[in-house]
C-alpha cells in the first residue's frame, strides 16, 4: 500500500510541475532603504527632540539633525559628517567625548510606496540593530527589536500611505555595559581590547540593512537546505521552510523549487491555516530527483573547487507568485575526531589541515560593507588560509559568510560570550538572538563549528541551550565547541614575536587547553606597518623613536601581549634601526619569518598530534602595528606573505632546529616522484656545494615527509662541565656530582617539590640546551631558567613530562651566566636525583659559510616542473642578521606588461636579477604606483613580495586591482631590493 501511496504522491508531484511550469517568478521587488544610495537618513539624540510625535509629520524639519550612515553606527555617522576628527589619526578617537554619544539617538527618513508594489502585502525589513531598538511608521509603534541578529519583517499593509511619503523613526538603544557577558550579545570589542580602542557609543546603530518588499499573502520563512552524502557520487537534500499565512483566512499554495545547476524542479502543495504557519519539508522520500548523482562537492580552499547551487524557491497563490527567494548552497559532509584528545575536520571525508586566521571585527566603526568583504575573504583565499574564526561572533553580515562560501573559507563560528563567568542580563534575548543567527546563517557550507564562549566555558544554562538550539534548528551537521581553547584543544597564543625555533620546540606554550601541537584557534606576534601605511596614522613629529602614540595604535603597553620589546629586539637583529623608515623595512622580515615559522612548525608535526593552527590575526580593523597580515589599508606586509609561502598546499620547508627538509601535503591527494633539493648561498650568492642535497620523496596526503637534514654544524660542547654549582638541598653527595664528568655519580635533594640546582657559567655564555640524566627520583614537572644575576630567572623550558633517563632539551639560544633546573612537581615519594647535568654552548659557525648566509628549497614533480619554492637566511650567531647590511646594492632588470579586462587591471612583471650581479638581491619589495598621485595603488593582490634573488634568477610576479582604483593615472612598479635601501 505504501508503494501505491508514493507513486501516487510521485504523480500529483508531476502534474503540478506541469500545471504551474508556465507562471512567470518575479522577485519580491526588494528595495533598498539604505542611505548609500538615494535615501537620506538623519540621526540626533533622544535627548534634543522635546516633542517626538511632531517627527512622524513628513517635510519635519531635521536641518540640525546629522546626515546617517544606514547601515552603520551612531557615531561612524558623526565621523562620516566631518563632525568628529578622523578616528583613525593620531589619539583622536582617544579624545572624544564619550558622553555625547553613549546615549539614545533617534533615526529619521522618509520613504514613498514603490508604485510597482501591486501584491497584496507591504513589508518593511530589519536584518539588526545594535543594541536595542523600537521601530515607527508614521507615529505607530511597529515593535522592537532586541539583539542586533533579531530581525523585524512589518507587515505596513495598512499603515504605508500609497500617496504620500512615509515617516520611518527608528530610537536605537546603547548596549547595557558591561558588554561581556551582561549586555550580551553586541560587539564586545567596543568597549575596547589590546587592539582596538573604546568606540564612543559602543557600535550602536542601526547596523544592518533596511528594505521594503511586496508579497502575496503567503510568504517564506527560513528556507534551509539540508545535504547528505552517503558517498561522494551521491548527495540527497532536503528542503524545509515555513510558509506562513498573513491573512484571517484560510489559503492553498504551491511551492516550487528550481535547483542549479542541473535544472533540477521540485513542487509541493501546502494549506495554511488563518495567521498561522506550517513546516513544509521535501526529501528524496517523495522526490526522487532530491538525491542528485554525481554533484558537483563544495570544498574548502586547496582541497578542490568550493562548487554553489542556487535553488530557487517560488510561492504561488492562484496564478499570482505570492513570494520569491534564492538560497545558494553548497553539498558537503562535514565530520569530525578527537583521536588523541585533538580535534580534526574532514570534509567529504577528507582530512583537512586547518591554516587560518581569527578576525577580531570587520572594522572597528563596522564601516566594512558589501563587496569590501569580497577583497579581505580573497586575500585569504590568496594566502592559502583555509579558515577564518569569527570571534566571539564580531562579524555579522551576511556578505562575510558568501564570500567565504564562494572562496573556499570554512568558519569557525562563534556566538558572543567572553570568559567572563557571568551571564548576559536577558537570557531570553541571548538566546532568541543565537537561533536566528543558526537560522540566518545555516545554509552557509563554508561554517565548520560552531563555538560557544571564547576561552571559557558558558555558565549554565548558554551551553545546554546552545548545543539544543544547534540540534534543532541546523540538524547537528557541525561540531559545537564550548571553548575556544580547551576540550580538545591546545589553548591560545603566545602572541608575541618569537624566535622561529620556538613554533618547532616541543612544545609552543599556550594558555588554557592539552598541551602539544594539536589544533591552535589564536597564536600571534606584533606585525609592524610598511611605512607607507605607518604615515597615515601616526603624526610626523612622533614618527620617531618609539612613543606614546605608538602606544595608541598598540604597539606598547596597551597592547602588552603583542611583546612589543621582543619585536624590537627581533627587528634590530637585521641591525639597529635608524629612523621609522628603516624600522618598518627591517620589520617586513621579522614579519616574514616568524608568520612562515607559525605555520611551518605546525605542518612539521602533521601526523603526530597537529591538525591545524589559526594566527591571531589575519585581517585588520584598527591601524595598528600588532596582530594583522594585510593592514587596515590593504598593504600587503611581510606577514601576509610569509603565511601565504607557508600555507601552499604542497609545500617544501626547513626546519630550523633539527635541520629537516620536509614535504608537506595538505591536498586531498597523494603526490609521488617528487624531487626536493637544498641548497645554500653565501652573502656573495656563490653556492656552498659541501651542504646540497637532493632526493626523490612521495608526500601521502595530510602528511609531511622527510626527505633529508641539512649537515649543519649543531654544538654538544658541554659549557658545564667541571664549572661550580649550586643546589637548595643535598642528601647524596656534593652538588658538583652532576657535572664532574663521572657518570657513576649524583646530586639528590631533599623529599620537597620546589627544589633546584644550577650551574655558574663563569661568564655569560649563548646556549641553547641542557643535557639531563634523571635516576628514578625524577621530576614530573619542571622548568630550565637562565640568568645573569642568580636572583632574576627567566623560563627557557617548561614541561609536565618528566620521565626518568637522559634527555637533550634544546631551546633558542639564550645568553646567560647561569643556568637552573627548578622544580616543580615530583614524580616519585623521593626528591630528585640527577646524575649529569650538561649545558650546551650555542652560536657554531659551520664551515665555511658567511655570517649570514641563504638556504634555498626546490620541490620540482617528475617532468621538472616547478612546485614549490623557500628561501630562508640564517646566521652563524642565529639572532645576529646585521651582515645582511654589508650586501651591495644591484641593478636588477624589469619588463612587464599590463592587460585591462573585465573592470581590473592586471600586471605580468619579470624581475631578474642578472648573473653577472655581484650579490644576491634579498627582500625584493615590489609596489604598483599611481602616476598621478604618486601613492601605492591599494588594494593590488601581488602574487610574492619580499622575496630574493639569486643570481641569473628570475621571478614572475602576478598584479591585479580594480581599474577604479586607478582614476585617471597609469600604473608603474617600483622594484627595491633590501640591497638598496640600507641605512649605512
Known amino acids: 500500500m505504501l508503494k501505491n501511496y508514493i ?22 521587488n526588494i528595495v533598498s532603504l539604505s542611505s548609500t544610495g538615494k535615501q537620506v537618513w538623519k540621526v540626533t539624540p533622544q535627548a534634543d527632540v522635546v516633542n517626538p510625535a511632531e517627527m512622524n509629520q513628513p517635510n519635519y524639519n531635521t536641518q540640525n539633525w546629522v546626515a546617517a550612515v544606514v547601515p552603520g553606527t551612531v557615531f561612524a555617522s558623526y565621523v562620516a559628517a566631518g563632525l568628529e576628527k578622523d578616528p583613525n589619526y593620531a589619539d583622536n578617537i582617544y579624545k572624544v567625548d564619550r558622553t555625547k554619544y553613549n546615549r539614545s539617538f533617534w533615526y529619521r527618513t522618509e520613504f514613498n510606496i514603490p508604485v ?44 504605508a500611505s500609497r500617496k504620500q511619503k512615509n515617516v520611518l523613526t527608528v530610537l536605537v538603544f546603547i548596549p547595557k555595559q558591561p558588554l561581556a557577558n551582561i549586555g550580551s550579545p553586541n560587539y564586545v570589542s567596543s568597549a575596547g581590547w589590546d587592539w582596538m580602542p573604546y568606540v564612543p557609543g559602543l557600535n550602536s546603530g542601526i547596523t544592518d540593512k533596511v528594505y521594503l518588499t511586496n508579497t502575496g499573502d503567503l510568504t517564506i520563512q527560513d528556507p534551509w537546505i539540508q545535504t547528505k552524502l552517503p558517498t561522494n557520487a551521491r548527495a540527497d537534500l532536503s528542503v524545509a ?57 563544495w570544498w574548502p580552499n586547496g582541497y578542490g573547487d568550493p562548487n554553489l547551487y542556487d535553488c530557487k524557491l517560488s510561492l504561488t497563490v492562484g496564478d499570482q507568485v505570492s513570494d520569491v527567494q534564492h538560497i545558494k548552497f553548497g553539498i558537503k559532509r562535514y565530520s569530525y575526531d578527537t583521536v588523541g584528545h585533538v580535534l580534526h575536520v574532514a570534509i567529504n571525508g577528507t582530512p583537512v589541515f586547518i591554516k587560518g586566521g581569527a578576525w577580531g571585527m570587520s572594522e572597528y566603526l563596522l564601516r566594512c560593507r558589501g563587496d569590501e568583504y569580497d577583497t579581505k575573504i580573497k586575500l585569504h583565499r590568496e594566502m592559502n588560509f583555509n579558515m577564518i574564526r569569527n570571534w566571539i561572533g564580531s562579524t555579522t553580515d551576511e556578505e562575510f559568510y558568501d564570500a567565504c562560501d564562494k572562496y573556499g573559507i570554512m568558519v569557525w563560528d562563534e556566538f558572543w560570550l567572553n570568559a567572563n563567568p557571568n551571564l548576559p542580563a536577558d ?71 618569537r624566535d622561529p625555533r ?19 584557534t589564536e597564536l600571534g606576534t606584533a606585525v609592524f606597518t610598511n611605512f607607507e601605511s605607518f604615515k597615515r596614522f601616526i603624526p610626523k613629529d612622533k614618527w620617531w623613536p618609539r612613543n606614546e602614540m605608538w602606544n595608541q595604535h598598540f604597539f606598547g603597553p596597551l597592547a602588552f601581549n603583542a611583546g612589543p620589546d621582543n619585536y624590537d629586539a627581533s627587528v634590530n637583529a637585521y641591525g639597529t634601526a ?35 593552527i589559526m594566527t591571531w590575526m589575519s585581517q585588520s580593523a584598527y591601524p595598528s602595528m600588532v596582530w594583522q597580515t594585510y593592514d587596515y589599508y590593504y598593504d600587503l606586509t611581510g606577514a601576509y606573505y610569509g603565511a601565504k ?43 656552498v656545494n659541501h651542504y646540497s642535497d637532493s632526493k626523490t620523496i612521495d608526500a601521502p596526503s595530510n602528511s609531511a615527509t622527510e626527505c633529508f637534514k641539512l649537515k649543519l654544524s649543531e654544538s654538544k660542547l658541554n659549557l658545564a662541565l667541571n664549572k661550580p654549582v649550586f643546589a637548595s638541598s643535598s642528601t647524596n653527595g656534593d652538588p658538583s656530582a652532576v657535572n664532574d664528568g663521572n657518570n657513576g655519580t649524583r646530586w639528590a635533594s631533599r623529599s620537597n617539590d620546589d627544589e633546584w640546582i644550577y650551574v655558574d657559567l663563569g661568564k655569560e655564555e649563548v646556549i641553547n640546551g641542557v643535557g639531563l640524566n634523571w635516576e628514578d627520583a625524577y621530576p614530573k614537572t619542571f622548568k630550565v631558567q637562565v640568568s645573569n644575576d642568580a636572583k632574576r630567572w627567566n623560563d627557557v623550558y617548561v614541561t609536565n613530562e618528566g620521565r626518568p633517563g637522559e634527555q637533550q632539551i634544546s631551546f633558542v639560544e639564550n645568553t646567560a651566566r647561569y643556568v637552573r633546573v627548578q622544580g616543580v612537581e615530583r614524580g616519585t615519594y623521593w626528591g630528585y636525583s640527577l646524575w649529569n647535568f650538561e649545558v650546551y654552548q650555542g652560536d657554531v659557525a659551520s664551515e665555511g659559510l658567511s655570517a649570514v648566509h641563504f638556504i634555498k628549497l626546490k620541490l620540482t614533480d617528475k617532468a621538472g616542473k616547478l612546485v614549490s619554492d623557500n628561501f630562508y637566511w640564517r646566521g652563524n650567531k642565529r639572532k645576529d642578521y646585521s651582515a645582511l647590511s654589508t650586501l651591495p646594492k644591484v641593478d636588477l632588470k624589469v619588463s612587464s606588461k599590463t592587460v585591462k579586462s573585465d573592470g581590473k587591471y592586471y600586471i605580468t612583471a619579470q624581475i631578474t636579477n642578472p648573473s653577472s650581479s655581484v650579490a644576491v638581491a634579498f627582500g625584493v619589495r615590489v609596489q604598483t604606483i599611481n602616476s598621478a598621485t604618486g601613492e601605492q595603488i591599494l588594494p593590488a593582490i601581488t602574487s610574492d613580495n619580499y622575496f630574493s634573488l639569486l643570481k641569473g634568477e628570475t621571478k614572475t610576479i602576478k598584479i591585479e586591482f580594480n581599474a577604479d582604483a586607478l582614476g585617471k593615472g597609469t600604473a608603474s612598479l617600483k622594484v627595491e631590493p633590501y640591497n638598496n635601501m640600507i641605512v649605512k
Open 7 to 28: 507513486a501516487n504522491f510521485k504523480f500529483i508531484a508531476t502534474l503540478l510541475l506541469t500545471c504551474i511550469g508556465s507562471i512567470s517568478f518575479a522577485q519580491s
Open 502 to 520: 620556538f613554533y618547532f620546540t616541543a612544545y609552543p606554550t599556550a594558555t588554557g587547553g592539552n598541551k602539544g601541537w594539536g589544533l591552535r
Open 116 to 159: 510597482n508594489y501591486t501584491k497584496k502585502k507591504i513589508w518593511l525589513n530589519f536584518k539588526g540593530v545594535n543594541r536595542k531598538a523600537d521601530i515607527y511608521l508614521n507615529g505607530i509603534k511597529l515593535g522592537t527589536l532586541d539583539g542586533f541578529m533579531q530581525r523585524g519583517n512589518f507587515d505596513i499593509t495598512d499603515i
Open 241 to 297: 521552510l515555513e510558509v506562513k499565512n498573513n491573512t484571517t483566512a484560510g489559503q492553498q499554495g504551491y511551492i516550487k523549487g528550481v535547483i542549479n545547476p542541473g535544472n533540477i524542479e521540485f513542487s509541493q502543495k501546502v494549506f495554511v491555516d488563518a495567521n498561522g504557519s506550517t513546516t513544509v519539508k521535501m526529501d528524496k522520500r517523495y522526490f526522487s530527483q532530491l538525491m542528485i548523482h554525481s554533484p558537483k562537492l
Open 645 to 687: 609561502k607557508a600555507c601552499e598546499p604542497l609545500h617544501i620547508q626547513w626546519n630550523p632546529v633539527d635541520n629537516a627538509i620536509k614535504v608537506i601535503n595538505t591536498t586531498h591527494a597523494d603526490a609521488g616522484e617528487l624531487t626536493a633539493t637544498a641548497e645554500i648561498y653565501n652573502l656573495d650568492g656563490k653556492l
Open 427 to 497: 537570557l531570553n534575548a541571548f538566546n532568541s538572538n543565537a537561533i536566528e543567527k543558526i537560522k540566518r546563517f545555516r545554509n552557509h557550507p563554508a561554517i565548520a563549528v560552531w563555538c560557544a564562549d571564547n576561552e571559557g566555558w558558558p555558565e549554565p544554562p548558554l551551553s545546554g541551550w546552545l548545543k539544543e538550539d544547534l540540534t534543532t534548528f541546523d540538524g547537528g551537521d557541525r561540531w559545537y565547541q564550548p571553548n575556544s581553547h580547551a576540550e580538545n584543544l591546545t589553548g591560545s597564543g603566545p602572541w608575541d614575536n
Open 578 to 612: 635608524k629612523d621609522i623608515e628603516d624600522y618598518c623595512r627591517k620589520a617586513q622580515f621579522v614579519n616574514v619569518e616568524a608568520n612562515k615559522a607559525m605555520f611551518e612548525g605546525w605542518q612539521d608535526h602533521i601526523g603526530e598530534d597537529a591538525s591545524g
